[in-house]
């Protein structure tokens, strides 16, 4: 595809993930104070400090930072070489949550030690797309050699389900979702023929039914979406307090810190619905900044994957851009009730220290992969890195 030539990394990239990751802080800091000093099990409060989610999240994030700007720093295609290593490493860790794994909101996603926890499931996004991209590559690499006369794509699909049995064991029906999906970008991205999307679709859409429909909290959920009002304090609760969180923002908001929806009405208000309290702390404006910023990276994303220098590098930014993105248009749909709750979090700007940590180290991996693409960026648009 081009000769691999190093440079700067995407600056319009960076900026914009730093932006999100700043205004996730505020947002950590504002959202979670009251949580953390509620009485909870008869304690004065979980934590007893108001900041205690945002130090974690800072934390996380700062740890996040370094791993990211560490990966920018390498050749991406030594990953190619760890892939095997990562992939089993993420099929011991799905595999040993569902021996141990700890229960929140019905889910066993969380492995926890020393007040410490890690949700395997966000990293087998990432190590699901790198085993897809190696894979893909090779296949590539092998028909034009004239080795093989056509790219299999039955070893692939087989590691997906492989990941979404594991995930979809744990009862966290989001997370397998949002991994069927990113999947599908990848294997789409690689050329898969239409027959197989037809096939793959009479399969899963029957097993998505059926993994709604036979949980009965999972088929509320979808039925009670299309007007949360009609059960605002049963099954619809969650999705009308972020309407109306939103509603009472109006263009310019209450003001950070000011909202009322984080005084017990809006559950998971740090977690898969802050962008509610964004909404109404910082208003219409504040709502479209995030957007935009979304959307940069969706559009940075796109030009790197359009110069990679070679098909790996090529599906590892398509993944790496779907675990970002896709992440982000479900959480956003569900907040604004365009979509059921499947709790889904709103990467660098919701809480949740795994989810920040595999998010950064995805976008140190598209900006590693930005400093070799074939054609230069404009100097406007570089960060030199050595």
Known sequence: M????????????????????????????????????????????????????????????????????????????????????????????LVLVLIAGESRNGNKAWLGAGGFSLQPSEMAKLSLVIMLAAYFEREERLVKRGKKRKISYVPAIIQVVLILVLVGLEGDAGSAGVICLIAAVVLFAAGIPWAWIGALAAVLVPVAVLAVTTVGYRLKRFTVFLDPFQDPLGYGFQQAQALLAIGSGGLLGVGLGDGKSKYLWLPEQHNDFIFAVLAEEMGFIGGIIVFTLFAIVLYRV?????????????????????????????????????????GVTLPFISYGGSSLLFKLIAAGIILNVSRYTVEEENEGQELAVS
Do not use: C
Request: positive net charge; proline residues 4%; hydrophobic residues 55%.
């Open 2 to 93: 081009g000769k691999r030539k190093r440079h700067g990394a995407d600056l319009m990239l960076l900026g914009a993930i730093l932006v999100l990751l700043t205004i996730g802080l505020l947002m950590v800091f504002s959202a979670s104070s009251i949580e953390a000093m509620l009485p909870k099990n008869g304690n004065p409060g979980e934590f007893g400090n108001p900041l205690a989610f945002f130090y974690r999240q800072s934390v996380a994030a700062g740890i996040g930072l370094v791993l990211m700007f560490a990966i920018l720093r390498q050749d991406y295609r030594k990953l190619i070489g760890w892939k095997k290593i990562i992939f089993s490493a993420t099929i011991i860790l």
């Open 302 to 342: 796109y030009e790197i994957s359009k110069k990679a220098p070679d098909t790996f590098g090529r599906l590892l930014v398509t993944g790496m851009g779907a675990v970002l993105l896709v992440e982000a248009l479900v959480n956003l749909a569900m907040v604004l009730d365009v979509f059921p709750v499947v």
